[in-house]
């Protein structure tokens, strides 16, 4: 198991839909063990491959309260069949959007179709945190941040200072690979 570097908006990387996954091997559920170590290692609730840099549509979850038992979710290949014209806003986060935090209004209900990693289809109707989340990470298989569901200006501005802190974390790395007098 490893945990992988995850990318940081704004990346292209980060604005390419994702290739549906055809090999239900090892690979794929090695991929999804590092993806879970790196998500709880983060602190994160959702992780999608595109996020470590794997352009392919696979999502895992754990949506586990505190005092409940870890409850790991793997998904293949999601995809939303339906959407309840009901919407819910929630203040959503991102992995890939360090420290913004801003309300998104989303369909409050969904019908996701995924695979698991053998490949066998599963349907389910979610609500709540959980339609949510299912709605945040398969949005990062079409490139889509939830920062786009923003208005330009609230958008505009995260990812301004998003900008202005990886020059300055390059500038310090340029730091201290440079040798001191
Ligand atoms: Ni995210």
Not at 55 to 71: F, K, T
Not at 109 to 138: K, S
């Amino acid at each position: 198991m490893a945990i992988l570097p995850i990318l940081k908006a704004p990346d292209p990387r980060l604005t390419k839909v994702s290739r549906p996954v055809e090999q239900f091997d090892r690979t794929l559920a090695e991929l999804a063990q590092n993806m879970l170590e790196t998500m709880y290692a983060a602190n994160g609730i959702g992780l999608a491959a595109p996020q470590v840099d794997v352009q392919q549509r696979m999502v895992v979850m754990d949506l586990h309260g505190e005092d409940e038992p870890p409850n790991p979710q793997i998904l293949v290949n999601p995809e939303v069949l339906d959407a309840s014209a009901e919407t819910v806003t929630m203040s959503e986060g991102c992995l890939s959007v360090p420290e913004a935090y801003e309300e998104v209004e989303r369909p409050a209900r969904v019908t996701v179709r995924y695979q698991d990693l053998d490949g066998v289809t599963h349907t389910r109707e979610c609500t709540g945190l959980e339609a949510v989340c299912w709605q945040h990470e398969i949005d990062h298989l079409d490139g889509v941040l939830f920062v786009d569901h923003l208005t330009r200006l609230t958008r505009d501005r995260i990812i301004q200072r998003l900008v202005k802190e990886k020059r300055l974390a390059r500038r310090g790395r340029d730091r201290t690979i440079r040798p001191a007098a």
